[in-house]
C-alpha cells in the first residue's frame, strides 16, 4: 500500500483530500474515463502546420518552443527503455501503458512515447499555456494517422500546471503511470517526491538535471537542498552530478518506504545534461550499501568510498602530503552502479532491431554510447574516472593511449573500461598508484 502521510505542504495543497465517497469511487473508475476533459478534439480542425524536424522518423513542427536537437539521443534511451518496459517489465502487461510527460516543451517526447513506445495514453503537461497551439497541432499528428479511439478513451490530453501540482493530484486520484518523465531545467527536485507517488511500483522515472554549478562544488547549499548531497570541486564532476541526482532520488523513495534501482545514467556534454532512469521498487532497502560518501586525496590522487558509519574514518593514509587538507569528501549520495547491465544489452538489442544502433544522429552511435554504458556496468569499478592527463602528470609521461592502458590493465587482473562520461578518461578498480606504474612500463616499451 502506498504511503500517503510523507506528502509535504506543498503536495498537499496542491489539491484537497478527498471525501471517503469520493476517493471509492475515483479509484473504481479507468484513468481514461477519469481524466479532465482539457483537450476537445475537433473533426473540422485545421491542418496542422508542415513539419521542419524529425526524429528517428517522427515528424514534427518545435516552433516557438524550447527544443534542443543534441538532447535526441537521450530521447531515443528513453523510448528503448520505456518500450522494453512495456513488452516484459509490468506484472500486467495486458493493462494500459500509460506515460506522462510534465515537461514536454514542444511535445515531441510525448509524440515518440506514442508513435515508437507504443503507450495506450500519455499525458502531456506543460506549464506554458503559450504552447499549447505547438503541443496540440504535434500530438494531432499522430491521430491523424490511427484509427478512431474506443469511445470514451483518450490517446493524448495536454494540460498547463505546475509539475509538481499535477503529479500530487494524480497521485489523490489513484492515477499511476507506467513511465514518469520530468524534463527540468536547472536542479530543482521539489517534483521527485510526487512524482515517486504518482508511479506505478515497478515503474519507470526519467529525471533530469542542467544544475552543473551543483555538480562541479559552485553550489553546495543548492545541492544540498535539492539532493541533500554536500558537493565539493572533484576531478570527475560529471558522474559526482549523476550520482547526486541518483542519490537524491533514492533518499526520496527511502522515506516513502520503497528503493530505486538506476536503469541508466546519462551525461550530454551540450547542456551539460544529467539524465538518469530509475525503476521504482517496491520495500526499503538497507538504505547503506549504495548510499554514501566519496572522498578523493588530492596528495596521492587516489578515490574512495565510505559509509555512514565510517564517517569518523574518513582519511587516505598516503605518506607523501603535499597539501594541508588534502581529502575533498562530498555526499551522501549514491555510490552503486550508475546502469542495469542486462537492461543496457537488452536496450542495444532493440536499437539494432529498429536500425538505430549505427546510425549517427547529432554525433551519437548508440551503439557506441550503450556499449560503453555496459562496460562502465561492471560492479568492480568504483565510483569516479581517472583522465590520462592525471595519470601522464604524476607518471611524468606522455599520455599513453587509452586503448593501451586499459588492455595493459586487464592484464594485470584489474577492471578497466571507457567512460562515456569524461571524454579521454578510464574507470578502473587499479589504484592510481599501480596506473602510473603501468603508464610509465608502457612508455618505456615504446
Not at 332 to 347: I, K
Not at 404 to 410: D, E, F, G, H, V
Request: aromatic share 8%; charged share 20%; with cysteine.
Amino acid at each position: 500500500m502506498r504511503c500517503r502521510a510523507v506528502l509535504n505542504p506543498i503536495l498537499t495543497a496542491a489539491s484537497s483530500p478527498l471525501p471517503p465517497a469520493a476517493t471509492m469511487a475515483a479509484a473504481a473508475i479507468s484513468l481514461h474515463h477519469s481524466l479532465t476533459p482539457i483537450v476537445q478534439l475537433s473533426r473540422h480542425r485545421r491542418a496542422p502546420p508542415a513539419c521542419t524536424h524529425s526524429e528517428r522518423g517522427v515528424s514534427f513542427d518545435p516552433s516557438s518552443a524550447f527544443y534542443r536537437s543534441d538532447s535526441a539521443a537521450g530521447r531515443d534511451l528513453a523510448v528503448l527503455a520505456a518500450t522494453l518496459h512495456r513488452r516484459h517489465g509490468r506484472p500486467d502487461p495486458s493493462a494500459p501503458f500509460l506515460c506522462l510527460d510534465a515537461m514536454c516543451g514542444c511535445g515531441v517526447r510525448a509524440l515518440r512515447y506514442l508513435s515508437q513506445a507504443g503507450a495506450d495514453f500519455v499525458w502531456a503537461n506543460d506549464a506554458s499555456e503559450a504552447l499549447r497551439p505547438v503541443i496540440l497541432a504535434n500530438l494531432s499528428r499522430f491521430e491523424r494517422g490511427s484509427p478512431p479511439p474506443e469511445k470514451g478513451r483518450r490517446k493524448w490530453v495536454v494540460s498547463h500546471n505546475d509539475a509538481t501540482r499535477l503529479l500530487a493530484e494524480r497521485y489523490l486520484r489513484r492515477e499511476h503511470f507506467d513511465v514518469i518523465d520530468v524534463d527540468s531545467f536547472g536542479g530543482d527536485a521539489a517534483y521527485v517526491r510526487a512524482a515517486l507517488l504518482a508511479l506505478k511500483i515497478g515503474g519507470l522515472l526519467y529525471l533530469t538535471s542542467t544544475d552543473w554549478r551543483s555538480a562541479r562544488g559552485y553550489g553546495s547549499r543548492s545541492s544540498l537542498s535539492s539532493y541533500g548531497a554536500y558537493v565539493r570541486p572533484m576531478p570527475y564532476p560529471n558522474e559526482i552530478g549523476l550520482r547526486m541526482v541518483i542519490g537524491g532520488a533514492a533518499r526520496e523513495a527511502a522515506l516513502l518506504g520503497f528503493h530505486i534501482t538506476p536503469i541508466f545514467s546519462y551525461f550530454a556534454y551540450h547542456g551539460p545534461i544529467y539524465r538518469v532512469m530509475i525503476q521504482l521498487c517496491n520495500g526499503k532497502d538497507d538504505g547503506i550499501s549504495n548510499y554514501g560518501f566519496i572522498c578523493h586525496c588530492k596528495s596521492c590522487g587516489q578515490s574512495q568510498t565510505f559509509r555512514f558509519d565510517e564517517l569518523g574514518q574518513i582519511s587516505c593514509g598516503c605518506p607523501d602530503r603535499i597539501d594541508i587538507d588534502p581529502v575533498t569528501v562530498v555526499g551522501p549520495l549514491w555510490t552503486g552502479a550508475l546502469h542495469d547491465a542486462s537492461f543496457l544489452t537488452e536496450m542495444l538489442t532493440l536499437a539494432n532491431e529498429w536500425g538505430w544502433a549505427y546510425t549517427v544522429e547529432n554525433g551519437v552511435t548508440l551503439e557506441k554510447l550503450l556499449s560503453m554504458m555496459i562496460e562502465e556496468s561492471d560492479p568492480r569499478l568504483p565510483p569516479g574516472y581517472i583522465r590520462l592527463d592525471e595519470i601522464s602528470r604524476r607518471a611524468k609521461v606522455n599520455s599513453p593511449p587509452l586503448g593501451t592502458l586499459i588492455n595493459s590493465l586487464r592484464k594485470e587482473g584489474f577492471s578497466a573500461c571507457r567512460s562515456h562520461i569524461g571524454a579521454n578518461a578510464i574507470k578502473t578498480n587499479c589504484p592510481i598508484a599501480s596506473c602510473i606504474n603501468i603508464a610509465r612500463g608502457i612508455r618505456n616499451l615504446r
